[in-house]
């Protein structure tokens, strides 16, 4: 049972940045940012494959967002600049152990962490 480890989440005004961490207890083949806000469905925000290094990003947080990790640590991080307002949500820290067709479905990934809010201000 591998276990994921949250942290950095905060509140930040507009404009503003914050970067999220999350490390798993155990090895992974690949590890992804999802969002979920009050009301609304699970999203898929960000995932590395760290196999073949592959990076996915939501159209919405391309060029503000940026994911990167340590594969030897099973670790990723989320660094979010440019915040805004309709990035609140909470976030979660997903991982699965073994290669699957489709990264973006959170049915693909087997671990969750217990996720860290992510608040926004205007």
């Known amino acids: 049972q591998v276990q994921l480890v949250e942290s950095g989440g905060g509140l930040v005004q507009a404009g503003g940045s914050l970067r999220l961490s999350c490390a798993a207890s155990?090895?992974?083949?690949?590890m992804a940012w999802f969002r979920q806000a009050p009301g609304k469905a699970r999203e898929f925000v960000a995932g590395i494959r760290w196999s073949v290094g592959n990076i996915y990003y939501r159209d919405s947080v391309k060029g503000r967002f940026t994911i990167s990790g340590e594969n030897a640590k099973n670790t990723v991080y989320l660094q979010m600049n440019s915040l805004k307002p309709e990035d609140t949500a909470v976030y979660y820290c997903?991982?699965?152990?073994?290669?699957?067709?489709?990264?973006?479905?959170?049915?693909?990934?087997?671990?969750w962490g217990q996720g860290t809010q992510v608040t926004v201000s205007s």
């Open positions: 155990g090895r992974t083949y690949a």
């Open positions: 997903a991982a699965r152990e073994f290669p699957r067709t489709r990264y973006e479905s959170e049915y693909e990934y087997d671990y």
